[in-house]
């Protein structure tokens, strides 16, 4: 680990001290290089054409920094068809759950979205959650969500589509932004950016802290004495620098550090997940554009379950150890003329292993000792090209992708070492192709038409290979034999400008997953992790935004038909898991004048089912958020936010009639200078 950080550090001091390089090289040329303008974004490529081809959204840095709650996950609740495996949030839920999806193709805790920061994966290597937490949205410049299956430049694991943050540039972030606010539980949160120009290029450091003692996630009448609120302790960092090596070629590299305390439910109940990254990326925007980059991720997560019953300790999950390496290649030739021709290569590998203790509840003492672990890898061959023909745009991508599951292996001794259990799983490995094709069309000044078929690819994770876990009074099973998941789906839209100052955007899709990954009841009390024949979900989303003058109106919804196919299970014709079929978010904001900003967020979601048979259900939650800014002194202005201001009882687990709950009624005060 230190070695990775000194290494990381060195690139870091490497790339800052790229700019006067490169300014030495200029006066080295002569009069006439000096003239050139040299542009360092901090940004990858610019978007392809096919990006109007496929259901995109884009948020700005003004919806990003605007958040009730002040979390990504907020944020990203705006955009249709955005899910999280559960409905709680980064502060009161166990971080191995904080998957990530879109178009209700979830059901189990892994991320069927591939998201990216920066051009970085950010999925946890063993579990496959994202470490929302450790995303600060006030370091963000944009977010682009493309739902659909990813082939092409995007890789696999974007499975039901891809969402990427890009950090924000020196010009929208300044010199320095700074945060701080209490809420009415006397919870705080801290932020820094700071930002420094340095030749021709730019670093920025930041960092974040969130501490409280949370709220009671059990409801009052479950309440028992080794009851405890979701305290949370967070904390993330970060450097990142970028450089100009030629007028057409910059350097980004970044180093980053977070950890997350958590507690839930019970008093000992304590989570804690932790991590490192490094990555470097070198962008070239001449003639023949390119994107190279390279990341290390290394990762930790422990976490001590309590029974309910005895309210003692039962399993010590006292580390996961895990790293993910990967990098990635993309170059685009100018070959001809409306001609935008991609091709490339990414590859990743995780590796991981659980180690763990089980607990006697009676008598405290260790019953056993568990190892399970492996390693995933998949590299990936690609090419796409869009093809302009006046208004017509016309995409089509190929991809090759091989992975292998690998070292796979379950170990249960006990404090005696004898075995109790131990399984080694064969190593496998194997080619897939998937391809996506799509074209746009504009029809008139304000109309555009789309549509797009694509195939996508997702490897299991360590996790359900080889982890089990207990929810109390639940055990889940893992599954070393579990495939690969495939998607196959197609969809129509439109894009409609009426005028200057309304945008509508409408999508009908029809998505299937097969050997969707599901948590399947085999027994009272005991699921196990297996391939379902497939998970379909056809749909509509819209997201309409408009501005009069000073006031902004902005929607989202997502209406969705999914269900499992079993022929001949009990499964079939079920609803997965923790999908709702109605999501729907309206923003209306005002901007009387500089500096001042208000705006109120009315959100819904339907009902949805605890586990896959359907027999525990969460009720529709409907929910009111508030966020005002209003100018102090220069820079300094004073922030009110509301989450829940109606006090909705919003349930985010009901298994057996034992219950958590989500954020209730919650009031912030703060100042920022900034933004």
């Not at 003692?312 to 790293?323: A, E, N, V």
Request: glycine share 10%; hydrophobic share 40%.
């Amino acid at each position: 680990m230190r070695k990775m950080l000194r290494l990381s550090a060195c690139v870091i001091a490497i790339v800052m001290g790229a700019p006067l390089a490169a300014q030495d090289a200029g006066e080295a040329v002569g009069e006439e290089a000096l003239t050139q303008e040299i542009i360092v974004t901090g940004r990858g490529l610019e978007p392809a054409l096919s990006n109007g081809i496929y259901a995109t959204t884009t948020l700005e840095r003004e919806a990003i920094v605007a958040s009730p709650s002040g979390r990504i996950e907020d944020v990203l609740r705006g955009v249709a068809g955005f899910q999280q495996f559960r409905r709680s949030d980064s502060r009161s839920s166990n971080p191995s759950a904080q998957g990530v999806t879109l178009r209700a193709l979830g059901g189990n805790a892994t991320s069927r979205a591939l998201v990216l920061l920066d051009g970085v994966p950010l999925a946890d290597p063993f579990f496959g959650y994202i470490p929302l937490s450790a995303i600060a949205p006030e370091t963000l410049g944009q977010i682009r969500v493309t739902r659909g299956g990813g082939s092409g430049p995007f890789g696999a694991g974007a499975l039901a589509g891809t969402i990427e943050l890009e950090s924000a540039d020196p010009s929208a972030a300044g010199a320095f932004l700074g945060s701080a606010a209490i809420n009415s539980r006397a919870e705080t949160e801290a932020s820094g950016v700071l930002t420094q120009r340095l030749g021709r290029g730019f670093a920025v450091a930041s960092g974040r802290w969130d501490r409280g003692q949370g709220f009671f996630t059990t409801p009052e009448a479950q309440r028992v004495p080794a009851s405890a609120r979701a305290a949370f302790d967070s904390w993330s960092a970060n450097v990142r620098a970028v450089a100009p090596l030629t007028n057409d070629i910059e350097v980004q590299a970044r180093i980053g550090a977070f950890r997350d305390a958590r507690t839930l439910r019970f008093e000992g109940a304590d989570s804690t997940s932790e991590g490192e990254d490094a990555s470097i990326r070198i962008v070239g925007r001449g003639a023949w554009q390119f994107d190279a980059l390279a990341y290390v991720q290394t990762r930790d997560f422990s976490n001590i379950v309590i029974s309910a019953t005895r309210f003692t300790p039962t399993l010590d999950q006292r580390r996961t150890p895990s790293t993910g390496v990967g990098g990635k290649f993309e170059l685009r030739p100018p070959i001809a003329e409306g001609h935008d021709l991609r091709i490339g290569a990414d590859y990743r590998r995780a590796d991981g292993e659980l180690q763990e203790e089980a607990i006697s509840a009676i008598s405290g003492a260790i019953t056993e000792r568990r190892r399970a672990g492996g390693a995933t890898a998949n590299l990936g061959l690609f090419i796409e090209d869009d093809w302009q023909i006046g208004p017509l745009v016309i995409n089509g991508g190929l991809r090759a992708d091989r992975s292998s599951i690998t070292g796979g292996f379950y170990n249960a001794v006990t404090p005696a070492g004898v075995v109790v259990s131990n399984i080694v799983a064969p190593d496998r490995s194997d080619w897939a192709l998937n391809w996506r094709a799509g074209a746009s069309f504009n029809a008139t000044r304000r109309l555009d038409l789309r549509a797009a078929a694509y195939t996508g690819l997702r490897l299991p994770t360590l996790n359900e290979l080889y982890r089990p876990f207990v929810v109390f009074p639940v055990v889940t099973e893992a599954n070393a034999a579990l495939e690969d998941e495939r998607l196959e789906g197609f969809e129509v839209g439109f894009d409609w400008q009426p005028v200057n100052a309304l945008v509508v955007s409408v999508t009908a899709f029809d998505n299937a997953v097969e050997n969707a990954i599901a948590n399947v009841t085999i027994g009272p009390n005991l699921r196990r992790r297996q391939n379902l024949p497939a998970i379909e979900a056809r749909g509509i989303e819209a997201s309409v935004a408009a501005k009069l003058g000073t006031v902004s109106l902005e929607g989202a919804l997502a209406w969705t038909d999914a269900e499992v196919q079993a022929e001949g299970s009990s499964l079939d014709g079920k609803r997965p898991a923790q999908t709702p079929s109605f999501a729907g978010t309206l923003t209306l904001g005002w901007r009387p004048a500089e500096g001042w900003q208000v705006a109120g967020t009315l959100r819904h979601v339907s009902a949805q089912f605890e586990d896959d048979l359907e027999t525990d259900s969460l009720g529709a939650a409907t929910t009111i958020d508030a966020f005002i800014a209003a100018p102090l002194a220069g820079k300094l202005s004073v922030v009110v936010r509301g989450e829940n201001l109606t006090g909705e009882e919003i349930v985010t687990r009901n298994q057996g009639g034992s219950i958590d709950l989500g954020v209730p009624r919650t009031f912030w005060l703060g100042l920022r200078y900034g933004f």
